[in-house]
């Protein structure tokens, strides 16, 4: 079993940075490769990236590539997604996945954490 707590979720002005965290416990972080995902109201979960195991290579969605960074520290079993020139189609809980390998479908990620809420507005 794997747990995963999600952090650094908050309101921030378009044009602005977060950084989330993703912490995990209970398994080996780094046999995991770790999947970003947002939910939007009224939608379905999407793809925002993901880092393999060890120490990467990354993957992002077309939507995010360029403004995104997913990094992990293996050290703290920590994954996180820094997020520069936000957006406010960006608003949406995000969350943290954890897998055997990158996918881009949500539904194949064995782990999940609750999510942490992303607002972008003035």
């Known amino acids: 079993q794997v747990q995963l707590v999600e952090s650094g979720g908050g309101l921030v002005q378009p044009g602005g940075s977060l950084i989330l965290s993703c912490t995990t416990s209970?398994?080996?972080?780094?046999?995991?490769?770790m999947g970003w995902f947002r939910q939007a109201p009224g939608k379905e979960r999407e793809f925002v990236g993901a880092?393999?195991?060890?120490?990467?290579?990354?993957y992002y969605a077309d939507s995010v590539k360029g403004r995104f960074t997913i990094s992990r520290d293996n050290a703290k079993n920590t994954v996180y997604l820094q997020m520069n020139s936000l957006k406010p189609e960006d608003t949406a809980v995000y969350y943290c996945?954890?897998?055997?390998?990158?996918?881009?479908?949500?539904?194949?990620?064995?782990?999940w954490g609750r999510g942490t809420q992303v607002t972008v507005s003035s």
């Open positions: 996945a954890a897998g055997l390998i990158v996918y881009l479908d949500y539904r194949q990620y064995n782990y």
């Open positions: 209970g398994r080996t972080f780094s046999n995991y490769a």
């Open positions: 880092i393999n195991r060890g120490i990467g290579p990354t």
